[in-house]
């Protein structure tokens, strides 16, 4: 299940998850990447991982076809707070491989620090995707 969140940052886009991420879901998220890049030419993402049970196949069908209408380097900054983990080895290694996307994960507890990742950029406290 993938869950909207309201965020207060005009280029980003929040959700939480929680289980296994459906197609409706992936739709979901990606319906509001869309609407933020009609306001912004680059958009941050907010993700929280309460538990992760996979991706339905035509979820990933529909992410990989808006990856291809879009690109990546609409990403400006993403934020994974997580206390997985291997979710967490996961995004230092993506950072490593996506070098324009500014990734970062968060333990739970370090929610605030992420907000402030994605609304003002660089977190003195933190270094990417090793938080």
Known sequence: MLEMIEFDVAD????RISGKVTEEDMQRALD???????????VSVYQE???FGGVELDAIME??????????S??????????KQW???VISWEDKVFRNIDMRAF???????????LAYGDDPGSSPATA
Do not use: P
């Open 32 to 42: 509001a990447l869309r609407e933020k890049l009609n306001a912004h030419t680059k």
């Open 49 to 51: 991982i309460e538990s």
């Open 12 to 15: 980003a886009v929040a959700w």
């Open 107 to 117: 333990s739970i507890e370090e929610r605030e620090r992420a907000f402030n990742f």
């Open 63 to 72: 992410k990989m076809q808006f990856f291809s209408e879009f690109g990546l």
């Open 74 to 83: 609409m990403f400006a900054r993403i934020a994974v707070v997580t206390d």
């Open 87 to 89: 979710v967490q080895r």
